[in-house]
């Protein structure tokens, strides 16, 4: 099933249901029974939030209507955010920060907590590579795009083992076209987050160097400047975060049936979807002032590094005053 995952017609269907922009075909619209319900608009990225919630059951009676729109990674997920196609999007530390450079008018309104070795660098498992080190005038394939967590992540592992980054030639390619280019070997070298990287490493690729040490493992939720701005929308925004701080209680107390239910709406094999839950950012809680410097240390380091073209003010695109939910 791992070897059909990446097929033509599997790439295909990854594609369909990563990057479409056809909101009707992301998912079904739920109606609360009162007329005209406000409806939001929930980015989501592999499906990740959506099966938590659909696993948790914790959207059901909501106040709201709502539809997913399923993306493949965080660039296009913004670049929908940013034409107001989505209310809410979820994403790691550094696509906020890059989509926020982008001018897409959101500010973060809830943290997501993981583990940071969720990502890493693969390569294939006949590699001559065997430490970051031998990278050194090689070329990194970097998943989704400039400004991603898998970016962070390289630059860093590089500056650790002493590679300076003009020394790797470093392209970008988004998730499936990637996945589908290593799987046929035609990539040696792949930095990737899951549920990619996952897959990945049980098709037999090879860890260089994971996000442990590098990566805050912190996720956000962002809700559009212009979603806040409505009485009746900023109303569902909440209710929509007091239900993922629940879906996220559920997963942790539930891992199997989490993992179940990602699996059924991913159709990734059990297995994998076990590994990919059990280190996804599912904890969901109000932004603390932590989260908020570990975020600018993010943002600075981006800047100093030319990750990000400037500096990222992160109080500015915050809204802690959106959800009080006790942490």
Known sequence: MTDLLFSRASRRSWLKQGTALSLAAAGSLRVWAQPQPTTLVLGDQAGGLRSLFEASRTLEGAPFAYRWANFQGAAPLF?????AAVDTAMAGDLPVLAAAVGKTPLKIVATRVGKADSLGIVVQPDSPLRSVADLRGKTVIVSSARGSISQYQLYGALEEAGVRREEVTVKFVLPTDAAAAFASKQIDAWAIFDPYYTIA???????????RGINTALGFITASEHSLADPARRAAIVQFLDRLGRAGDWALANPEAYAQAYSQLTRLPIESSRIITARASVAGRP????????????????????ILPVRVDVRAITDTSVWKRPA
């Open 79 to 83: 670049e929908a955010q940013r034409s």
């Open 201 to 211: 490493v049980q098709q037999g690729g090879r860890i260089l160097r994971d996000g």
């Open 287 to 306: 932004v603390s002032e932590a989260d908020i410097v570990a975020l600018q240390a993010v943002a600075d380091r981006s800047a100093r590094d030319g």
